[in-house]
């Protein structure tokens, strides 16, 4: 098994050690698995199950002051698994690869996407917030009417602090960021998964969706190999990058040459920032145009 996992690309943390510490134990999480599709999913658990991560627990807060979460999976039978939305679920990953695994459907969202994880055993009563994202928007204090809050999203959708303290973040007392969406891509030689899942980004309206849980853009996969992409939702959905990463490895391309090809493009189209995470049976890949974005590859 070959896993490769991403903790997100944006700017810098101010401790990076002890994340890639987290990243580390994920790629070996999954290393140590049976499947592609089972790797990607203990993978990405472990990262949803840390802070210091925007995905599960310590998830980004809408501008209601909730968080919801998202997650999607593919396999390279193209077997596909999402959710959206979701609220008190720490581990969106296990409900999307329930929904790929045991419905007819690709996405579940909201309240059904929430009874449909206590349906599967999955917890759903978790308190997502944190000590540092509780403090975080209590500081920028969004106004509660309507009308009101949709202008003052206009100026504080994806802002890095939103008027907080700019050391509120991370669980470990570092600045957190937007785009610390969490993935994974993994491969036996012959068969290969890929997942993503995210707690969104700050200050969105409630029950805003991004990339993360639409196939092609936040993930994808064929019997070519796998993607998983990171960064400004909104404009990797307008580029599909996932799947155009995958479209690289499709054509013949090597995996970072694929994602070094996808992002230039997503870049020349958009002017935004991004990252994303390859793998084929030829190897890992990945690439970035933001600040920073850690990655971890473990083989066993």
Not at 185 to 193: E, H, N
Not at 218 to 245: K, M, N, Q
């Amino acid at each position: 098994m070959h896993v490769i996992v991403h903790g997100g690309a944006g700017s810098a943390p101010a401790a990076p050690t002890a994340r890639q510490g987290v990243l580390d134990d994920a790629a070996a999480a999954g290393a140590a698995t049976s499947t592609p599709l089972a790797a990607v999913e203990s993978a990405v658990r472990v990262l949803e199950h840390d802070e210091r991560f925007n995905a599960g627990r310590g998830g980004a807060v809408q501008a209601d002051g909730t968080v919801r979460v998202d997650a999607g999976v593919m396999t390279s039978t193209r077997a596909v698994g999402a959710v959206a939305t979701l609220t008190g679920v720490e581990h969106p990953v296990t409900v999307a690869r329930a929904v790929c695994e045991e419905t007819p459907h690709v996405l579940l969202a909201g309240d059904g996407g929430v009874a449909f994880a206590e349906h599967v055993g999955v917890e759903t009563d978790v308190d997502l917030f944190t000590a540092a994202t509780r403090e975080r928007f209590a500081a920028a204090d969004p106004p509660s009417e309507p009308s009101a809050q949709v202008a003052w999203v206009r100026d504080h959708f994806g802002d890095d602090t939103g008027g907080a303290d700019p050391t509120v973040g991370d669980g470990d007392g570092t600045r957190g960021t937007d785009h610390d969406t969490v993935g994974a891509v993994a491969g036996d030689g012959d068969r290969f998964a890929a997942a993503t899942s995210t707690g969104g980004r700050w200050f969105a309206l409630a029950g805003r969706v991004g990339d993360v849980p639409q196939a092609g853009s936040g993930f994808y996969c064929t019997p070519a190999g796998g993607a998983s992409a990171t960064g400004a939702g909104e404009d990797i959905t307008r580029a599909t990058l996932a799947r155009r990463a995958v479209d690289g490895l499709e054509a013949g391309d090597d995996p970072q040459a694929a994602a070094e090809a996808a992002l230039e493009r997503f870049a020349a189209e958009t002017e935004s920032t991004a990252g994303l995470i390859v793998l084929s049976a030829d190897g890992v890949g990945s690439a970035y145009n933001s600040e920073a974005m850690q990655t971890a590859v473990a083989r066993q």
